[in-house]
């Protein structure tokens, strides 16, 4: 085994190198506020993930063609194990903290009668740098109080984009992951971001990233070395590289009943190879800017609403043809009195992602959503594995459903939710004899969350064992726009092992 060396690894010297600059700047606020002790403090753990994934006939999975995800292209049955552990370790002192963290999965096809060299994953797979950042909280200096501001964070270096809370700057359809093709192992960028506190109710979050197909600090088999981490398409190469960054302006207005988020973020996809052999072909650059704004009204105690719009503008820079697509998203929530301590919450909502209606012609503007970093479907775990346009997100769709949630307790609760799903625009990628039909099917989904053991409270030792779990079942009955009428069904058990 071996590691691999280049930019990445360059990334995190500079990284660093940064890190020491802004802390010799800047001094923290006070050391009671911060809950931070000035000697260095060590601290380190681990977690595993045991899952079993069950699926069937699950419709626009990649294989036969550029377009066959959107089309008749259907997978058959698949049974997987997959087994995720990580390591992690942090040293803090004063305000600053070095956190890092790796990874390895690996995987087990229990139906499968292919021979062991012949499976995509194998025993053992890879390990990789997962996380390696540097960060602080509450920094103050007069340089900041000058310009208005009351405090500083930052964090430089790879790090989540997706956070126990969502995404990291709160835009669940925009900023989530950087690494969509492995398997949900891990949501790092290679980014720089930090956050100033105007006062209690303003914040502006200033981010860049880098993300390469290469991660070139890993461990493991030839064939995982070779495996992209940053794919947009299952076929792409290892040499998709993006990068980019942006500006997320955050406020409470009327009195906190009026949160509201404004941002600009700026995304290159450089030129990558996709296919291979007689198939490969050269796509060409990409730049995309998306403007947009997140509104959570919060109207009464029962009573809230999210409002989100997006309007993209950018080039495919093969001539400079134009791309850009929209989003829209609209939540109604209501929380009933009835049950009230476990928060039972109906909610109704309609998400809009454009397309293109002239998909099949390469030299025409593109007018489909780009997910810049949100690619995650978040309405659904079974149409991760076949999606539209690429890989893991949606371009081309108007869902609508109607949901229900209750929260017991830490880490005990459920959703359940059903509605149906159309194209957006007739981009005749369709059923060939419904080249008209737009609808796409019902997806109904559900969920349970459930601890096993929790840690107390300030736990030490082994006391800090948590094991916890969940089981989500999906079923996708198609419409007029696939061939198929048969049903399609997702399930996995899921159990978390935290120390």
Wanted: negative net charge.
């Amino acid at each position: 085994m071996r590691v691999r060396r280049g930019y990445p690894m360059k990334t995190q010297m500079l990284t660093l190198a940064a890190c020491a600059v802004l802390a010799a700047v800047a001094e923290p606020a006070d050391e009671t506020a911060t809950g931070r002790e000035s000697p260095v403090r060590f601290d380190a753990g681990a977690d595993f993930r045991l899952r079993q994934e069950i699926m069937d006939n699950l419709p626009g999975l990649p294989g036969g063609g550029p377009y066959a995800m959107t089309t008749t292209e259907r997978a058959k049955y698949r049974n997987q194990m997959r087994f995720r552990p990580r390591a992690w370790f942090e040293v803090e002192t004063g305000p600053l903290r070095l956190y890092a963290r790796i990874t390895d999965e690996f995987r087990y096809f229990p139906a499968s009668n292919d021979p062991k060299k012949r499976r995509p994953y194998y025993f053992p797979d890879e390990v990789f740098l997962d996380n390696l950042y540097l960060d602080a909280q509450g920094l103050e200096s007069p340089w900041l109080s000058a310009i208005g501001v009351e405090a500083l964070d930052f964090r430089l270096g790879r790090q989540d984009m997706l956070g126990p809370n969502g995404s990291i700057f709160g835009l669940n359809r925009i900023v989530v992951e950087g690494t969509p093709t492995d398997g949900s192992r891990s949501f790092y960028s290679d980014m720089a971001r930090t956050t100033l506190h105007f006062d209690e109710t303003k914040q502006l979050d200033v981010f860049a990233l880098y993300d390469s197909g290469r991660n070139d600090i890993r461990w493991g088999t030839s064939g995982s070395r070779g495996r992209s981490l940053n794919c947009i398409n299952m076929t792409d190469s290892n040499d998709l590289d993006e990068w980019g960054g942006g500006l997320v302006y955050s406020q409470t207005a009327l009195e906190g009943h009026l949160p509201f988020k404004l941002y600009s973020i700026f995304k290159r996809t450089e030129a990558h190879t996709k296919g291979s052999g007689a198939n490969e072909i050269r796509v060409s650059p990409k730049e995309v800017t998306t403007l947009g704004v997140l509104l959570q009204p919060q109207f009464t105690e029962n009573w809230g609403m999210e409002v989100e719009a997006a309007k993209q503008v950018g080039r495919i820079c093969d001539g400079n043809r134009e791309a850009g697509g929209h989003m829209a998203h609209v939540e109604l929530r209501y929380m009933t009195d009835f049950l009230r301590a476990y928060k039972p919450t109906f909610s109704w909502a309609t998400t809009y992602y454009s397309g293109d209606r002239h998909r099949t012609e390469p030299d025409d503007t593109d007018t489909a959503w780009d997910p810049m970093w949100g690619r995650y479907t978040q309405d659904s775990e079974m149409l991760v594995y076949g999606t539209l346009y690429e890989n893991c997100w949606w371009s081309n769709m108007i869902y609508t459903k109607l949901m229900l949630t209750m929260k017991f307790g830490p880490r005990h609760g459920f959703y359940v939710y059903s509605g149906p799903m159309f194209a957006a625009v007739q981009d005749h990628l369709g059923r060939a004899d419904h080249d008209g039909s737009t609808f796409k099917g019902v997806l109904s989904a559900a969920r349970y969350d459930f601890p096993i053991r929790l840690a107390p409270k300030k736990a030490t030792g082994f006391d800090r064992v948590e094991v916890f779990a969940h089981v989500v079942g999906e079923l996708f009955n198609p419409g007029d726009y696939y061939d198929s009428s048969k049903p399609a069904f997702f399930f996995r058990w899921q159990v978390d092992f935290r120390f």
